[in-house]
């Protein structure tokens, strides 16, 4: 009698799903704008970034572009995926940088002002990019924590490298500070241009977009609000 056939095995979920099913296990969402590093294992960011490009050969194939023969795009699948992945978009899959919190010794209870930081990122909607700069006010109080100067662009890079909206980019960043710094006041500035609207739909190259998010004393004391923003240097 012959042995029976065992059927063919299951294949392998792809380790986006597996990401996945962690985080709505977790009942975490995993937004664009959303790090979920805390939901990748070891050597899984190495194989997310094989699962995109297979998925970006696709991509092109469907655009009729013979990757084959074209010298040009022979490896562009696997470029694409590693800037996304560990350059463009690594504000979602890396862990937040290290940042030393010193006590305020000095009871420094002074308006402060960190900027222009340049920033990075891309739109949420169309993923171009969005080119801009960042102020951060603090008014901080005898219990804020302060971090050094370089670590204001860390953790704004950190927020931005992520598809993003401008909106939603600053107030990330004011939650984040508020954690880091306990001030008593806290703004957040960012001027920027949209390439979603430089290279597309209306190809306006000159409209910028500056927003602003005020917390504490800040939100509460017009003068401070004053002072604060006529000290910004936000000129082309």
């Given amino acids: 009698m012959d042995a029976p056939v065992k059927p063919p095995g299951k294949p392998a979920d792809p380790v986006s799903a597996l990401i996945r099913s ?7 969402r995993f937004y664009a704008n959303d790090n979920i590093a805390a939901f990748l294992e070891p050597g899984e960011l190495d194989a997310l970034l094989l699962e995109v490009e297979g998925k ?3 991509v092109l194939e469907s655009l009729v572009i013979d990757t084959d023969s074209d010298h040009n795009t022979q490896g562009t699948a696997r470029r694409v995926a590693k800037m996304y992945l560990t350059e463009v978009f690594r504000g979602r899959y890396l862990p937040p940088p290290s940042v030393t919190e010193f006590p305020n010794a000095a009871s420094l209870n002074e308006l402060m002002i960190v900027g222009p930081i340049t920033v990075r990122s891309a739109c949420s909607h169309h993923f171009c990019p969005i080119m801009g700069r960042l ?6 109080n005898e219990h804020s924590n ?8 860390r953790l704004a890079e950190w927020i931005m490298s992520r598809p993003q909206i401008q909106e939603e980019a600053i107030t990330q960043m004011a939650e984040l500070l508020i954690e880091k710094v306990r001030p ?3 703004a957040v500035v960012m001027e920027a241009d949209h390439f979603c609207m430089h290279w597309r739909g209306v190809k306006d190259d000159a409209t910028k977009m500056t927003n602003s998010v005020m917390r504490g004393s800040f939100l509460k004391d017009h003068k401070l609000r004053r002072e604060f923003l006529s000290l910004l240097n936000i000129k082309d």
């Fill in 22 to 28: 962690r985080l709505r296990k977790a009942g975490r």
């Fill in 56 to 58: 970006l050969k696709g």
């Fill in 135 to 140: 102020w951060i006010g603090l008014m901080p």
């Fill in 146 to 153: 302060l971090i050094g100067l370089s670590k204001y662009s």
């Fill in 184 to 186: 008593d006041g806290l």
